[in-house]
């Protein structure tokens, strides 16, 4: 076997900032160069000044990658960056509590027909606070439910179409659970498929989405089964607990904890992103 000689000044390393770069949509189909997988774009979660997006292979695997290099599209290397900014007025410095810039002079636009439900009031006050001003942009209204149990009902009553989508964010949907089975039936009814998106956190409550650091502690508090969870909570905490009263002052502590996306968890970050860009794609 012969060897080419080659000299140093003919060797180059490829480069990167050449590539074209992609923003990130959904159903986009991509290859990570370096693992071989291959998915469709299913959502894309921002925390902490990081984006990373979720592929989804052929069989309902889905795994997540940082955006960046290393991805192929149509079988050609490109930089995959962040979704272009939703918003199109001017802009002068500064962010939002959800880190998206701030727009100058913007008034909140009237309300469009779509929609953000949560499951309760405190949901809605937590995403009000730290994605109100990006929802006033865009002309998008939260709406509690107070419990999901008739969301099938909620859901027909509501008429979901083309111009009048709707966004469902649930506490607790995780696999086999009560709120995973209302979901997958709501999503199988008539008129649902591209109108309606539901989306939800693991945790018991949106209490939880909160990070443990903010509050001063490492972890939430353990509430044994069968014990009121926020009752739970607050008494492990050396709160007053005995009332509703004691329970809307509780949260109203641990809200005012809460300054910017920053000290929420990512999983209920990405999954109201979601929502978001779902409610407002053309």
Request: negative net charge; without cysteine.
């Amino acid at each position: 076997m012969q060897y080419q000689n080659w000299g140093p000044q003919e060797i180059t390393a490829p480069v990167r900032s050449e590539l074209p770069e992609v923003p990130v949509a959904r159903g986009m189909v991509l290859e990570d160069v370096q693992s071989g997988w291959v998915g469709a774009v299913t959502r894309v979660e921002k925390s902490g000044g990081m984006h990373v997006v979720a592929l989804e292979d052929r069989r309902g695997k889905s795994r997540s990658f940082r955006l960046g290099f290393g991805f192929l599209l149509e079988g050609q290397p490109i930089r995959l960056v962040p979704p272009a900014p939703r918003q199109a007025a001017p802009v002068v410095a500064g962010r939002t509590a959800s880190g998206s810039v701030r727009v100058a002079g913007q008034r909140a636009q009237v309300a469009k027909a779509s929609r953000i439900w949560v499951e309760g009031k405190h949901d809605a006050e937590l995403v009000e606070k730290v994605w109100g001003d990006d929802l006033r942009v865009e002309g998008i209204v939260v709406e509690p439910l107070h419990g999901i149990d008739d969301l099938a009902g909620a859901v027909a009553a509501f008429g979901p179409g083309p111009g009048r989508r709707l966004g469902v964010l649930v506490d607790h949907l995780v696999p086999d659970s009560k709120e995973w089975r209302i979901a997958a039936a709501v999503m199988a009814s008539p008129g649902a498929a591209g109108n309606v998106l539901i989306v939800g956190h693991p945790y018991v409550d949106v209490w939880q989405a909160i990070r443990p650091a903010v509050l001063g502690i490492e972890e939430w508090p353990v509430v044994p089964r069968g014990q009121d969870w926020k009752t739970g909570i607050l008494a492990a905490f050396g709160w007053p607990h005995s009332t509703k009263e004691d329970i809307g002052l509780g949260w109203q502590r641990l809200l005012g904890a809460v300054r910017s996306y920053a000290d929420l968890e990512a999983s209920l970050l990405g999954r109201v992103e979601e929502v978001i860009d779902f409610l407002t794609a053309p």
